[in-house]
């Protein structure tokens, strides 16, 4: 099936166009200057007019969203996930998980979506955030999904995510974990210096040996001082490292972006939501099953009964906006951010990340308040605004005790 894709505003990797391009069988296949466009065209035509077309996103730390949880061993349940990330732009994901008692049955049902395939967002592999990170700094990690490094154990989460896992967060401070980052090269997974207390040498070390991103950079990492600037200088000072960056102007001021994108520019950010399995749903206080007072809130945060900050309430889309309507960059530079770099960093540039000749057809459609319209994986429409559809788990709706409103 061909398709012929026009708008006044198409984000290509060759920048915004006034024109169409042409998706055949889940391909970009051609793309046009609104002058060269056909005048008769053998296929559907979708006309956006000043809607803007932009690449699918791709979600590098995602633990859920709309009620759905990626640490689940439901396989039903992690495909519905992929459906409610739609809502939002998302076209490719990483779930991404912590040390549970069925972490290896987790890791078996993310494969079998991966490989099977989804009505929703593609998953392109498996983050894990941990084991092997500090007990210093946990966040709202819990202690219990801390445990020493262990390359057999390491070797236990890969065959039973039958060599899907694309990224692991550790701590390289932690005695065995250079060794652990060694092994992880060699099997071609990324490593990501996430909840750690390292120094800036240590830092240093671990991307001599391979280490290429920083997780949700500037949270759950050792701070810069004057006299050692720790993981977060070592974020902002290597150019050889990707930052994950939290866009939320909740997790990270906008003061401390514009720092990130001063030091690093856009080639290196990559924009994350961090969504929790709350995410997306309305704002409130809920009694989970697990966890009395659990809150979403107005902030756009997540918060645990204790207020610990246990994620973003929001979603990349609206990353990106900030960074275009707050601080003030070329769209360009933000959709490189929010899709482009993901793909690098999950091993699929070649193929997604930007609408360019060649590649998959993943693509969303956006209005002027960066609401996304409609949303195409491989082509074919998996999110429709104007269709009444419920993406949210409704079991969850249900434990809304509190009402906020805005």
């Known amino acids: 099936m ?123 592999g498996i983050h894990m955030e941990g084991p092997f990170i500090s007990k210093e700094i946990l966040g709202s990690v819990s202690a219990e999904d801390v445990c020493e490094p262990d390359l057999a154990l390491m070797n236990r989460f890969i065959e039973a995510a039958r060599n899907h896992i694309i990224t692991v967060t550790l701590a390289p401070e932690v005695e065995g974990n250079m060794e652990m980052i060694d092994y992880l090269v060699e099997n071609g997974i990324n490593v990501c210096i996430g909840h750690s207390n390292a120094t800036y040498e240590i830092c240093k070390e671990a991307v001599d040996r391979g280490a290429v991103i920083t997780q949700k950079t500037g949270n759950c990492m050792r701070a810069i001082h004057q006299r050692e600037v720790g993981v977060t200088g070592a974020a902002l000072l290597d150019m050889r490292l990707y930052n994950e960056i939290n866009s939320d102007l909740a997790h990270c001021s906008k003061e401390f972006l514009e720092l990130l994108y001063r030091l690093k520019g856009y080639q290196k950010l990559c924009i994350i939501a961090d969504a929790g399995y709350m995410s997306g749903m309305p704002c409130g206080k809920y009694d989970l099953p697990k966890e009395k007072g659990y809150e979403v809130g107005t902030d756009g945060l997540l918060h645990t009964a204790d207020g610990t900050i246990d994620g973003s309430a929001l979603h990349v889309l609206n990353g990106l906006k900030n960074w275009v309507e707050v601080l003030h960059i070329p769209m360009e530079e933000a959709i490189c951010m929010a899709s482009y770099n993901p793909a690098v960093i999950c091993h699929c540039a070649d193929r997604k990340g930007s609408l360019k000749e060649g590649k998959d057809a993943d693509y969303v459609v956006i209005d002027e308040n960066y609401e996304a319209l409609k949303t195409f994986v491989k082509g074919r429409l998996v999110y429709d605004k104007g269709q009444a559809e419920v993406f949210e788990n409704p079991e969850y709706l249900q434990y809304q005790k509190e009402v906020y409103e805005g």
């Open 2 to 124: 061909k398709t012929l894709v026009i708008s006044k505003q198409l984000y290509t990797e060759r920048g915004c166009l006034d024109g169409g391009m042409v998706v055949e069988d889940g391909i970009i296949s051609k793309i046009y200057l609104r002058k060269e466009l056909p005048d008769a065209f053998d296929g559907e035509v979708q006309d956006f007019g000043d809607c803007r077309v932009i690449p699918g996103l791709i979600e590098l730390h995602c633990h859920g969203y709309k009620g759905w949880s990626a640490m689940s061993v439901d396989v039903e349940e992690i495909r519905n996930l992929s459906r409610s990330l739609t809502t939002c732009g998302v076209t490719g994901y990483l779930p991404t998980n912590h040390l549970r008692k069925d972490v290896l049955e987790n890791c078996a049902a993310i494969a079998e979506v991966l490989e099977n395939g989804s009505d929703g967002a593609e998953i392109l």
